[in-house]
């Protein structure tokens, strides 16, 4: 098992950047491949990024590429999302997921484990 637990949401104008974190317990968590999707209200859950276990790779959403970081810390069980240049259609809930094994794309149902989400919302 592992628990994973997001932080860093809140409001933010459109232009503007947000930090978010994902910290981890419970397992080794540089053994699992991380995970961020989102999902607005009426909409289905999006694939954002997501990195290796051993932070080799990364891959992103196609609407997200080149505004989003994916990065991990394993030393502190973190993962995080650095969004930059922020738009009113980044607004959602955003969920930290994971999965044992080393599998970084978007498929949510190849990730076994999922926080409880932090809302981010983006004002115009």
């Known amino acids: 098992q592992v628990q994973l637990v997001e932080s860093g949401g809140g409001l933010v104008q459109a232009g503007g950047s947000l930090r978010l974190s994902c910290a981890a317990s419970?397992?080794?968590?540089?053994?699992?491949?991380m995970g961020w999707f989102r999902q607005a209200p009426g909409k289905e859950r999006e694939f954002v990024a997501a990195c290796s276990w051993s932070y080799g790779n990364t891959y992103y959403g196609d609407s997200v590429k080149g505004r989003f970081t994916i990065s991990r810390d394993n030393a502190k069980n973190t993962v995080y999302l650095q969004m930059n240049s922020l738009k009113p259609e980044d607004t959602a809930v955003y969920y930290c997921?994971?999965?044992?094994?080393?599998?970084?794309?978007?498929?949510?149902?190849?990730?076994?484990?999922w926080g409880q989400g932090t809302q981010v919302t983006v004002s115009s």
């Open positions: 419970g397992r080794t968590f540089s053994r699992f491949a």
């Open positions: 997921a994971a999965n044992s094994n080393n599998y970084y794309r978007q498929n949510h149902g190849l990730y076994g484990y």
